[in-house]
């Protein structure tokens, strides 16, 4: 394997498929991150009001450049992404190497397939002021039901839980937020992580593997990728 900075490292494998964690603090944000992206990725740096938001977008985007590339043996600047309807990235001209990446504050994940897609979701663990109303919106009837019975003091574990493996499903089948609610999966501390329902599409169920992980402490993630009976060794 190459020389890897401290800052990021290979966290999990399900064969051919990996998930690399960095941290966006310690990246390099400067000029030589700057340097590999494209022109409309430093036009959407430029948008950012805040410099830390600024240098953690730049470093995300260079970090993702720099795994893809190392993968498909080319130089970072040279590749070309294109964006689905929601805006998830592929890489341009149909490769098959799929991937996603997910950012929380400090922290990144990027997920890689090859042929297969993939979803992955990030969170820090916070309390939230909107937490009910938030699950109202996006959770079922059967999910609320599920959180309001976990114990005050895992709550907060239980809807994170809930929500990145939400998010990395529909990430997965680039998705918008919208289709959360057609979307119910295991949330409960101890109940292991699945899709259970995704209405009117039932074969969805045997088409997917869900996982959850925390990659660091005080973050919740979790990571979809087509087909049934996928495993990920941690490293």
Same mark, same amino acid.
């Given at each position: 394997?190459?020389?890897?900075?401290?800052?990021?490292?290979?966290?999990?494998?399900?064969?051919?498929?990996?998930?690399?964690?960095?941290?966006?603090?310690?990246?390099?944000?400067?000029?030589?991150?700057?340097?590999?992206?494209?022109?409309?990725?430093?036009?959407?740096?430029?948008?950012?009001?805040?410099?830390?938001?600024?240098?953690?977008?730049?470093?995300?985007?260079?970090?993702?450049?720099?795994?893809?590339?190392?993968?498909?043996?080319?130089?970072?600047?040279?590749?070309?992404?294109?964006?689905?309807?929601?805006?998830?990235?592929?890489?341009?001209?149909?490769?098959?190497?799929?991937?996603?990446?997910?950012?929380?504050?400090?922290?990144?994940?990027?997920?890689?397939?090859?042929?297969?897609?993939?979803?992955?979701?990030?969170?820090?663990?916070?309390?939230?002021?909107?937490?009910?109303?938030?699950?109202?919106?996006?959770?079922?009837?059967?999910?609320?039901?599920?959180?309001?019975?976990? #114990?005050?003091?895992?709550?907060?574990?239980?809807?994170?839980?809930?929500?990145?493996?939400?998010?990395?499903?529909?990430?997965?089948?680039?998705?918008?937020?919208?289709?959360?609610?057609?979307?119910?999966?295991?949330?409960?501390?101890?109940?292991? #992580?699945?899709?259970?329902?995704?209405?009117?599409?039932?074969?969805?169920?045997?088409?997917?593997?869900?996982?959850?992980?925390?990659?660091?402490?005080?973050?919740?993630?979790?990571?979809?990728?087509?087909?049934?009976?996928?495993?990920?060794?941690?490293?």
């Amino acid at each position: 394997m190459p020389w890897e900075p401290a800052w990021s490292r290979l966290i999990a494998t399900s064969g051919d498929a990996s998930i690399w964690l960095a941290d966006l603090d310690a990246a390099d944000a400067g000029e030589s991150a700057l340097a590999i992206l494209s022109e409309d990725e430093r036009v959407r740096a430029d948008r950012f009001v805040f410099d830390i938001h600024r240098r953690r977008f730049i470093a995300c985007r260079a970090w993702l450049r720099t795994r893809l590339a190392e993968r498909l043996g080319r130089p970072p600047a040279s590749l070309r992404f294109e964006y689905g309807p929601v805006g998830k990235p592929s890489l341009f001209g149909g490769e098959p190497l799929r991937f996603n990446v997910s950012h929380s504050d400090r922290h990144a994940l990027v997920a890689m397939a090859e042929g297969a897609e993939i979803g992955v979701d990030i969170e820090r663990l916070r309390p939230l002021s909107d937490m009910d109303a938030l699950a109202a919106r996006v959770f079922s009837t059967a999910e609320q039901a599920a959180l309001g019975r976990v #114990p005050a003091d895992r709550r907060i574990d239980a809807f994170f839980a809930g929500w990145t493996r939400k998010e990395a499903y529909i990430k997965a089948r680039g998705e918008g937020i919208g289709f959360l609610g057609a979307i119910e999966v295991a949330l409960s501390p101890g109940e292991t #992580p699945r899709l259970i329902r995704v209405a009117g599409q039932p074969e969805e169920l045997q088409r997917w593997s869900l996982e959850a992980f925390t990659p660091v402490p005080g973050c919740a993630a979790a990571v979809c990728l087509e087909g049934p009976g996928r495993h990920w060794n941690a490293l």
